[in-house]
């Protein structure tokens, strides 16, 4: 017997992996959507009403803690793992599961697809540009599927072999992250040597790290020293001091300007302001971090700058990224 289509309306969001409660915070800060779920398939969230073409336009928008959502869902069900992957492959060449349960049957499944990679990359990498499509098993021969989504990542995530020795502190990943996504959102390269970074409250080092092992040279500031490896890097000029308040033009060009820094994002803003008013950058990349409930406002005033993309990233928590890049 040939495998069941049931074409669905709406779409369905994956939160990033426990990040759920705050997947459901933000339909219901950020969109006003107080509905519960159609269906729940573990961190998979479908709307049956969520309407793309809404003259709001906020539907159109896919929400930040969504690492990937189904554009085009439907529920197909099927007799053999073989009828399943050959009805995905007749769709498209790649496909991506995620799966809350009957991990075995899926992984048969994946098995009879096309190959895809799956494992953790290595960085620098390139993201690639083509389309991903998401499929999760609900029952043994049932299947929510949708071959159009927003990620080119199989199941939304960007994750790296991680350097357990190096690195001062883990938040060297939310970089390479980030820059992975700036490269693929606005086509520039990565920082490289003969280019000038400004890491603006760098202790302990983590984001200087990577910057250094691309071959940048580096202005990090913050009040408390770097790691000792950093510090004697000759393509690292440390200053001790509150990095946003130095002027730019005392501090000139620079080709990109990070912030990691803990503070309220009315601050990070009007720093990003001064920066860009400045014209004296290129690039930047910082962090949201939220204090307290999401300021939905301000977040969109990061989103309103021209050139410029907020994400949530793998490597984030309760905070998003900002990543701007001018050509």
Request: glycine letters at 4%; a neutral charge.
């Amino acid at each position: 017997m040939p495998v069941r289509i049931e074409k669905l309306s709406g779409a369905a969001f994956l939160a990033f992996p426990d990040m759920l409660s705050l997947l459901q915070q933000e339909l219901a800060g950020r969109f006003a959507c107080t509905a519960r779920a159609d269906a729940q398939y573990g961190d998979l969230l479908y709307f049956a009403d969520w309407n793309p073409s809404d003259d709001s336009g906020k539907a159109a928008q896919v929400p930040y803690w969504c690492r990937t959502a189904m554009l085009e869902p439907q529920l197909v069900h099927f007799d053999s793992i073989g009828e399943a992957a050959a009805y995905l492959k007749s769709l498209q060449r790649n496909w991506a599961p995620y799966q809350y349960q009957l991990f075995r049957r899926a992984a048969l499944i994946q098995d009879k697809l096309p190959y895809i990679n799956l494992k953790k990359r290595n960085f620098p990498l390139q993201i690639p540009d083509s389309s991903m499509g998401l499929y999760t098993l609900i029952d043994s021969t049932s299947m929510i599927i949708s071959a159009k989504t927003t990620s080119p990542l199989p199941a939304g995530l960007l994750t790296f072999n991680e350097d357990h020795t190096n690195p001062p502190s883990r938040a060297y990943l939310k970089l390479q992250e980030s820059l992975s996504l700036a490269a693929r959102y606005f086509s520039v390269p990565l920082p490289a040597a003969g280019q000038r970074c400004f890491d603006a409250g760098a202790c302990p080092g983590g984001w200087t790290w990577v910057l250094t092992k691309l071959g940048c040279s580096v202005f990090a500031v913050d009040r408390a020293e770097l790691a000792p490896d950093l510090m004697s890097n000759p393509n690292v000029t440390f200053r001790t001091h509150d990095a946003f308040t130095l002027p730019p033009e005392e501090l000139g060009a620079f080709d990109w300007v990070f912030s990691d820094v803990i503070c309220y994002p009315s601050r990070l803003y009007e720093w990003v302001q001064t920066w860009l008013a400045s014209g004296l950058v290129k690039n930047m990349i910082c962090t949201i971090k939220m204090q307290g409930a999401v300021d939905w406002d301000m977040v969109q005033r990061f989103a309103d700058i021209p050139d410029s993309r907020v994400v949530h990233l793998c490597y984030n928590k309760h905070e998003l990224t900002w990543i701007h890049c001018s050509k």
